[in-house]
């Protein structure tokens, strides 16, 4: 483990502030989302996968009954008296992520105790703002962390997901979904999850060989917060197109937005989400047969219609997908944005073998056209949330393997 790493440096941050041993220590991935974009708003089957990149919490019961939680990288600190509140503070800031999901294990996750006072460390390796899923990884290894520190039973995957969301919606005012939550929650080595966000179901389907291929980020460099507007503003177009056609848009045709009813604008957004669920159907079939290059193209196909329909891509964004799709044939295999958009990273399907000359290609476009170098990483299907260390186990609770 690297000095860098998330878990080495929260006990550090730990140790540091509170000049003890943390008692739990949880981590949670983030996630990069392969194909099903802005459809888990409307139960859609989505194609996510956690990734190799971790957010960290230690957690003590506090000795002198204030709660705190600091965090290095975020220069986060909060305090108050007593346990955590149970509403929101709005001078709470990034806190209120944590505190939501103290809150919510008692009320969403039906786990009846009182909390303590706590001391509270968090680090990260996830970007902020790129459409990773950083808060989700903090909400997540959050609820892990508390029920444990409380003696409570561990919470399964749907329970810290669901908590992890209403943290989102009522204490940090994000209208979000539920897959980054549960593919933080319910990540595998090795798969790619198929998360059904109706019947909050999960699957595991085979990822590409690692030996053979690679999943890169390229990072735009613009960051976004989707409590701005835009992600509400694009729910609000669903919802009225639902109310025209009279069902939910995860059974409505393509036919049935051609009505004067309906603005065009609304029906655009409409339209991505009904053929975005085609073509996860697609991909689906696609990663079963090991289809890669069909993978690929539904990747292009699903990008192009976040640009033109529902539109949440942005020009650095679709500069670094055409700059992939233009050396499709020498290596890239396929290339969308991921996440809620307005910015963020780019994920690419590519051969390992020729990679490399061909992403600097990339990133060399890139940087004459906007006068910046993109941050590129790989990422490699990984294990979702565990607990790292409990008083019984420090540090050696079992750990499932890392990466593919
Ligand atoms: C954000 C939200 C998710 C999902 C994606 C778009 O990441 O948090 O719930 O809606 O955008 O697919």
């Known amino acids: 483990m690297s000095s860098n790493d998330p878990m080495t440096r929260v006990g550090r941050c730990f140790r540091d502030r509170f000049s003890t041993e943390p008692l739990v220590v949880a981590t949670a991935p983030g996630r990069v989302n392969l194909l099903g974009e802005h459809i888990d708003h409307r139960d859609g089957v989505v194609l996510p996968f956690a990734i190799d990149r971790r957010a960290a919490i230690a957690v003590s019961p506090a000795t002198e009954g204030r709660t705190t939680i600091i965090s290095d990288d975020l220069g986060l600190t909060f305090e108050c008296p007593g346990p955590p509140p149970g509403r929101p503070d709005p001078d709470a800031g990034f806190a209120n992520h944590l505190l939501g999901v103290v809150d919510g294990l008692r009320s969403t996750g039906r786990l009846d105790f009182e909390p303590r006072p706590l001391s509270v460390a968090i680090a990260s390796d996830l970007p902020a703002g790129g459409g990773l899923s950083s808060s989700a990884a903090i909400e997540v290894a959050t609820g892990l962390a508390i029920a444990a520190i409380h003696d409570l039973p561990t919470p399964d995957v749907r329970t810290l997901a669901k908590v992890a969301r209403r943290a989102e919606h009522d204490w940090v005012g994000t209208p979000c979904g539920i897959m980054d939550m549960l593919a933080s929650a319910g990540g595998r080595a090795g798969r790619i999850l198929a998360i059904d966000c109706g019947s909050l179901t999960l699957d595991e389907l085979p990822a590409p060989s690692p030996d053979d291929f690679a999943f890169m980020l390229l990072d735009s460099g613009v960051r976004h917060r989707l ?98 799709r233009s050396r499709r044939g020498r290596g890239v295999l396929g290339a969308r944005m991921t996440g809620g958009g307005f910015g963020g990273w780019v994920v690419a399907l590519v051969e390992r073998r020729s990679m490399k000359p061909v992403l600097h290609e990339v990133l060399d476009e890139f940087e004459s056209r906007f006068d910046r170098r993109p941050e590129l990483l790989e990422v490699r299907p990984s294990d979702g949330a565990r607990i790292e260390a409990t008083p019984g186990h420090p540090l050696s609770y079992p750990r499932r393997s890392e990466g593919a």
């Open 227 to 324: 409590a701005d507007g835009g992600y509400a503003s694009r729910l609000a177009s669903l919802e009225r197109v639902e109310s025209v056609v009279g069902t939910s848009l995860k059974s409505a045709s393509l036919d049935s937005l051609r009505t004067d009813s309906i603005d065009d604008v609304d029906r655009s957004r409409a339209r991505h989400v009904i053929t975005e669920m085609a073509r996860v159907e697609a991909a689906v079939d696609a990663l079963t047969r090991t289809d890669l290059a069909r993978l690929g193209a539904l990747m292009f196909q699903g990008h192009d219609s976040l640009r033109d329909d529902f539109g949440v891509s942005t020009p650095e964004l679709d500069l670094l997908v055409e700059a992939c």
